[in-house]
T-cell receptor
């Protein structure tokens, strides 16, 4: 039972355009969400997070949007760059547990086309 | 800061053999996590330690899996006996203060034939 779902295994985007990665969750107790980025042969690295008290968080080219009623979040990358090519994992937790009980999705492989 | 260090990077073993994966967390971090990555299930939390004490091992798939953290700078994940379905990438991660991001190692790719 996947509580965090990334339904698109892969996504290709032209350099300079916007990349939108989607994530859905089913557990109503989740109120803390994160995105991790993973290059081949490396571990995931933290990218950006959002608490359920917000609906948007921005960090440079990266913005995460949260729609609590739809149990949906998305990561926007603008403009997309070749170095953004990686696998992106969505993760969720409840504030009570913080990082100690992160539930990850299966990832979306983003390829930026030069 | 050397980051989280895992060894070996690759492990190939035959079914039935014992496998031991090793992890050195970032110095000063008091939480340590073992994750397993598969195509079907993504990243799954197996077990985590806080101040060297196992807090939640509910993600450990079977009794064949065990983990220890004898001190703040070292942890092991052991599989005995190993089976082909254990083939995956195993990640160790550590974190410092509550809710600070996890720092992952580069993983151990395990292949059981």
């Amino acid at each position: 039972d996947q509580q965090v779902k990334q339904n698109s295994p892969s996504l290709s985007v032209q350099e300079g355009r916007i990349s939108i990665l989607n994530c859905d969750y089913t557990n109503s107790m989740f109120d803390y969400f994160l995105w991790y980025k993973k290059y081949p042969a490396e571990g995931p690295t933290f990218l950006i997070s959002i608490s359920s008290i917000k609906d948007k968080n921005e960090d440079g080219r990266f913005t995460v949007f949260l729609n609590k009623s739809a149990k949906h979040l998305s990561l926007h990358i603008v403009p997309s760059q070749p170095g953004d090519s990686a696998v992106y994992f969505c993760a969720a937790s409840s504030t009570n547990f913080g990082n100690e009980k992160l539930t990850f999705g299966t990832g979306t492989r983003l390829t930026i086309i030069p | 800061d050397a980051g989280v260090i895992q060894s070996p990077r690759h492990e190939v073993t035959e079914m039935g053999q014992e496998v031991t994966l090793r992890c050195k967390p970032i110095s000063g971090h008091n939480s340590l996590f073992w994750y397993r990555q598969t195509m079907m299930r993504g990243l799954e939390l197996l077990i985590y330690f806080n101040n060297n004490v196992p807090i939640d091992d509910s993600g450990m798939p079977e009794d064949r899996f065990s983990a220890k953290m004898p001190n703040a700078s070292f942890s092991t994940l052991k599989i005995q006996p190993s089976e082909p379905r254990d083939s995956a990438v195993y990640f160790c991660a550590s974190s410092g203060q509550y809710n600070s991001p996890l720092h992952f190692g580069n993983g151990t790719r395990l292949t059981v034939t």
